[in-house]
């Protein structure tokens, strides 16, 4: 059992930044692949970026590509998306979700965090 909690969403300017968290319990963190998640309004749920359990590979849509970093902590349990060159474009409730897998099956969400981009 894996239970997620998001924080870090705000307001800002486009242009600005910020950063991401995601704090997990349990004990199996480490062998979760973890990613991020988005949903606008009146949209579908998103694939924004995701990392391996190790860290060791990362996966971008490309609307994000060369502004957002996912990383992780495995000894702090906690996932990251840090973002850069924010555009109104990316308003959006962000969720972290942790998979066995590779882009599909996840199997715990956290409950989301507003991350709203001024123009």
């Known amino acids: 059992q894996v239970q997620l909690v998001e924080s870090g969403g705000g307001l800002v300017q486009a242009g600005g930044s910020l950063r991401l968290s995601c704090a997990a319990s349990?004990?199996?963190?480490?062998?979760?692949?973890m990613g991020w998640f988005r949903q606008a309004p009146g949209e579908e749920r998103l694939l924004v970026a995701m990392?391996?359990?190790?860290?060791?590979?990362?996966y971008y849509a490309d609307s994000v590509k060369g502004r957002f970093t996912i990383s992780r902590d495995n000894a702090k349990n906690m996932v990251y998306l840090q973002m850069n060159s924010l555009k109104p474009e990316d308003t959006a409730v962000y969720y972290c979700?942790?998979?066995?897998?590779?882009?599909?099956?996840?199997?715990?969400w956290g409950q989301g965090t507003q991350v709203t981009v001024s123009s």
């Open positions: 349990g004990r199996t963190f480490s062998t979760y692949a």
């Open positions: 990392i391996t359990w190790s860290g060791g590979s990362t």
């Open positions: 979700a942790a998979s066995k897998s590779w882009l599909s099956n996840y199997d715990y």
